[in-house]
């Protein structure tokens, strides 16, 4: 197990970002200006996930849910919808013409014993504008104001845009690695002591 952590995002998250409420529907900013609602997903909200998924890319869905996913079953998108610990948050466009507004991202966050488990899932044409950085950011808050002592994330170790996205959060994390899948713990309570704090060994966050 290795400790690992660096990154640009402080506490108060990225510029734009309101923190609430988890429930409260936020306004978010994205840095090239564009706007959009963050909320707390429900049962009505299947369609729109569904489309959300059918409009991801399968490399996209591939590396939110580790292979198998050239569609996802609506009973599966159901329960990740209101899990039964935990919450999931949807980004939708807030200017639209169409009469629901599209989902362009849902973070997941569900409880397991003491430890939450954190995902994403942001829409291919939607990447790589501060989105994901700022549902990630929500969701640790969140799991740390809700008891959690520890945030789990599970992601492929080929996936840099994720593995970027982590370390902007700027928090220590524990790495493990089962073959190609990295599993990376962040303490959420007491204040870690980074004993070999960089990244881990045969471990790159490659840049772009
Ligand atoms: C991983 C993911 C959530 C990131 O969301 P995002 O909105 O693109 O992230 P941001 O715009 O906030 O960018 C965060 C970091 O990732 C980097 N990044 C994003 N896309 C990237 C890409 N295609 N290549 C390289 N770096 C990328 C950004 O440059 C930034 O890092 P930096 O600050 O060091 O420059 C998104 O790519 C995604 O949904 N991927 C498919 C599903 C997935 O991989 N889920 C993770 C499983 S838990």
């Known amino acids: 197990m290795t400790w690992w952590g660096t990154g640009t995002i402080g506490d108060e998250g990225p510029a734009g970002w309101t923190v609430r409420g988890i429930a409260d529907p936020v306004a978010l900013r994205l840095p090239d200006g564009a706007e959009l609602d963050v909320r707390t997903a429900t049962a009505d909200d299947l369609r729109g996930v569904d489309e959300l998924h059918e409009q991801c890319s399968m490399r996209s869905r591939n590396r939110r849910y580790h292979g198998g996913a050239s569609r996802i079953a609506p009973a599966r998108l159901r329960r990740l919808l209101e899990p039964a610990r935990g919450v999931t948050l949807l980004a939708t466009v807030t200017c639209s013409r169409q009469s629901a507004r599209p989902v362009v991202a849902m973070a997941n966050l569900l409880g397991e014993g003491d430890t939450a488990e954190a995902a994403l899932l942001v829409r291919d044409d939607w990447q790589r504008r ?51 899948l990295l599993t990376l713990t962040m303490p959420l309570t007491a204040a870690v002591s980074p004993v070999g704090a960089g990244r881990p060994e045969g471990f790159s966050v490659a840049a772009s």
């Open 130 to 180: 501060g989105l994901g950085s700022a549902l990630l950011h929500r969701l640790v808050r969140h799991a740390g104001q809700t008891g959690y002592v520890a945030l789990a994330l599970h992601v492929q170790a080929e996936n840099t845009p994720m593995l970027r996205t982590i370390r902007r959060l700027d928090r220590p994390s524990m790495v493990d690695r089962d073959g190609s």
